[in-house]
């Protein structure tokens, strides 16, 4: 028995920041940002809009998607690193919001990465035989962490995601994964403040350690490294080349990033889902948004192999193949 996806959903807000307005704030260009990542614009949360909020919209649709009614919902993961508070956990709103009065949850935190750890622990619930469903959202709020006077990061990020229902399959789902953590890479992408290490203070704020900061270039090489590796062995893991991959949904972190993984892994152009353009990096939103976004154009079709891969900060990285369908 394999947990497999029956529902799939992506949320992405309404308001959008482009190149163009980030011209007006920071010393960049619209070239620049595209020639070296591939982002053309973010989209960015209301005033009034939490992660919660978008990550209600996310559930209320996979919901109507799905045969189940809130109150048979069992599981609800939430993946982010932008709650809406220390406690309660996202995942709590997100229950009481949908009336899921049956289920039990928590937020998972694991960066970029998220969503594919978040698949991999709902799986094994379901795979245990004592769950017969869960709900798995993947999302960020990153423009609530972002320096907009630091132009190294703000044009990186938006905001967004996106989730899916895991239900028992005999014949469809996840097949294989492997996920990795390397803690030493911890301080390449970090938000120093704000955390019991270094609480809130008024200096914190002054210094902007309560925003992320990144040391770009080692990321970008880790990332590269991290993503191809860990692609190549469950492929090889599975006796899979390239070749017999449908689609590949990588983490939209730099197109450059997942140009380099899908050359290393022999996965041809036409074959990779590259949606960084229109939302750049939403941590882990981006995969979950690939994925609804494939099945709605009609690329992702139930038997297709999928490939998932990722990296993000911890460092945390992983990959996971899915035969799709339920
Ligand atoms: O999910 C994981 C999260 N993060 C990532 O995956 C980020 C991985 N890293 C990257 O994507 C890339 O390293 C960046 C996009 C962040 C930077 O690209 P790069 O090709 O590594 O550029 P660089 O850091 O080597 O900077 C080249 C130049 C520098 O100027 P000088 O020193 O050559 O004069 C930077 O100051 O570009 C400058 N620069 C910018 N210029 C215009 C840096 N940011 C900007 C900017 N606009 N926004």
Not at 175 to 196: A, E, W
Request: charged content about 25%; hydrophobic content about 40%.
């Amino acid at each position: 028995m394999k947990a497999s996806i029956s529902s799939t959903s992506h949320y992405a807000p309404e308001k959008t920041l482009t190149n163009q307005d980030l011209e007006k704030i920071i010393d960049t260009t619209d070239e620049w940002i595209k020639t070296r990542t591939g982002i053309e614009k973010r989209h960015i949360i209301g005033e009034n809009e939490a992660t919660s909020d978008m990550a209600t919209n996310i559930a209320l649709d996979l919901l109507k998607k799905s045969k189940l009614d809130a109150k048979q919902i069992e599981l609800i993961i939430v993946c982010t690193v932008t709650p809406d508070h220390f406690a309660p956990s996202t995942a709590a709103l997100v229950q009481n919001n949908i009336g899921a009065s049956k289920a039990w949850g928590y937020d998972l935190s694991a960066a970029c990465t998220g969503f594919l750890y978040g698949l991999e622990t709902g799986a094994k619930f379901i795979e245990s035989g004592k769950y017969n469903n869960a709900m798995i959202i993947g999302l960020d709020s990153m423009s609530t962490i972002m320096d907009y006077q630091d132009r190294n990061v703000c044009v990186l990020f938006g905001d967004g995601g996106g989730g899916a229902i895991l239900e028992k399959s005999n014949r469809y789902g996840i097949i294989d994964s492997l996920l990795r953590m390397d803690g030493s890479g911890g301080k390449f992408l970090i938000v120093p403040g704000g955390g019991s290490r270094m609480p809130t203070t008024s200096k914190t704020i002054e210094n902007r350690e309560h925003f992320l900061k990144q040391d770009g270039k080692t990321i970008f090489k880790f990332a590269v490294k991290g993503m191809a590796d860990v692609s190549e062995e469950i492929l090889r893991k599975n006796n899979l080349s390239g070749d017999d991959i449908d689609l590949f949904i990588p983490h939209q972190a730099n197109k450059r990033i997942i140009d380099a993984a899908a050359k290393r892994c022999g996965i041809s152009q036409d074959k990779v889902v590259i949606n960084i353009n229109e939302y750049g990096n939403t941590t882990a939103g981006t995969i979950p948004i690939a994925i609804n976004e494939s099945v709605i154009s009609g690329r992702l079709c139930r038997g297709d192999i999928l490939l998932l891969a990722a990296f993000g900060a911890g460092f945390t990285w992983g990959s996971m193949i899915i035969r799709w369908g339920n």
